[in-house]
């Protein structure tokens, strides 16, 4: 991608296509979660495929400044920004907002104290990364039982706290888009469904506001429990677009947990599950952005066994490439949902 990269070796898997190019073609970005990894051949396949770059952890609220005292840990993602940047990559902010590492330091009892801390640790940050093209200003903020997620600020706040990040945050970098990314959109499960319309009743309210945002972020970690529609995502995706905003696919993966233990079927569902998936869904021209939750077996958080879902056998094989950064049929798979993407 960048001229700095190195040439190629025939015997690795970035020879062959480029996702980030066949996505270009598309207009459409093509991106991958990263975790900072130094290996160099790694790297290089991400330069080859991803055209963005989200900081796996090293930009969320808690990892950046534990506590009110401490001085800002900027330097995990700074390494990830740069390595962005060296190689011609677009860098996503991830996240200003989480409910599972809250910055408990910036939780005032008053909105006017929110205001200066909260606000203060939004300010600090997005000016540290003015090169982002976007932010997540919230991640995971809808419930699947009850409208807003029940944590302190969003509970206590609710829209006025919403509202205020995200016209704060449009302040501070007026160029980039604004996100809110949440998990379980794609998921079929009955428990889960109501999450969509949880999602369309907070966009109506930030609208009736003329709240700031862009997109939306459907995070698509397609699990083998609870199983993604692809039917009911595009039928939702549809109603984003609805209200003129944009779709990101924000962090694709496929949890394998219960698929047979032999290699080659595991792989083969793997695929058919990305492909029905992505085909499904990139077929609507508002889906603007993929992006995938790690790019190869070999750094990845399923595998690195940070999920919650239990295994029933076998090491985990969620992404396109191997632990050798070889490609699996999933490669093949994005690239023929790529392909057969319409432009837009
Ligand atoms: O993949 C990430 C993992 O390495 C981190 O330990 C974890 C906690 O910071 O977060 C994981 O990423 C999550 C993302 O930020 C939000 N959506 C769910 C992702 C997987 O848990």
Redesign the pocket.
């Known amino acids: 991608m960048s001229s700095g990269v190195p040439t190629i070796q025939i015997q690795e898997a970035t020879a062959s296509h480029s996702l980030g190019e066949l996505g270009k073609a598309r207009g459409l970005e093509i991106g991958c ?1 990263f ?1 900072g990894h130094a290996d160099a051949r790694y790297r290089r396949l991400l330069a080859h495929h991803s055209r963005l770059v989200v900081p ?2 090293q930009l ?1 609220p808690r ?1 950046l400044r534990p506590r009110r005292v401490s001085p800002y840990n900027f330097g995990p993602c700074d390494a990830i920004a740069g390595f962005a940047a060296s190689n011609g990559m677009a860098f996503h902010g ?2 200003l907002f ?1 409910h ?2 809250p910055i408990r330091w910036a939780h005032g009892k008053s909105f006017e104290r929110v205001k200066s801390d909260y606000g203060g640790f939004i300010r600090d940050v997005m000016h540290h990364y003015p090169q982002a093209v976007s932010w997540d200003v919230f ?2 903020i809808v419930g699947e039982q009850e409208p807003l997620r029940d944590e302190f600020l969003i509970s206590t706040f609710g829209l006025q706290f919403i509202d205020y990040c995200l016209r704060l945050a449009r302040e501070n970098s007026p160029t980039a888009r604004l996100v809110i990314n949440d ?1 379980n959109l794609e998921c079929s499960s009955d428990w889960s469904l109501p999450k969509q319309d949880h999602m369309l009743r907070l966009l109506d309210a930030l609208r009736a506001i003329d709240s700031p945002l862009h997109a939306i972020g459907i ?1 698509g ?1 397609l699990s083998s429990v609870y199983r993604a529609s692809a039917a009911s995502t595009v039928r939702f995706i549809d109603r984003i677009a609805d209200l003129g905003l944009d779709v990101f696919i924000s ?1 694709l993966d496929v949890n394998d947990s219960t698929m047979p233990a032999d290699i080659a079927v595991r792989d083969g569902e793997v695929a058919a599950y990305y492909e029905e998936f992505l085909t499904a869904v990139l077929s609507r021209r508002s889906v603007k952005r993929l992006v995938l ?2 790019i190869s077996d070999f750094d990845n ?1 399923i595998v ?1 066994r ?2 919650q879902e239990k295994r029933r056998s076998g090491k985990a094989r969620p992404a396109l490439f191997d632990d050798q950064l070889q490609p699996k049929p999933a490669f093949d798979a994005v690239v023929r949902a790529l392909e057969s993407a319409p432009p837009r």
């Open positions: 979660a975790s796996e952890w969320k990892f991830h996240t989480w599972e590492e991640n995971e998990y995070q970690h962090e939750w790690g958080w690195r940070q999920t």
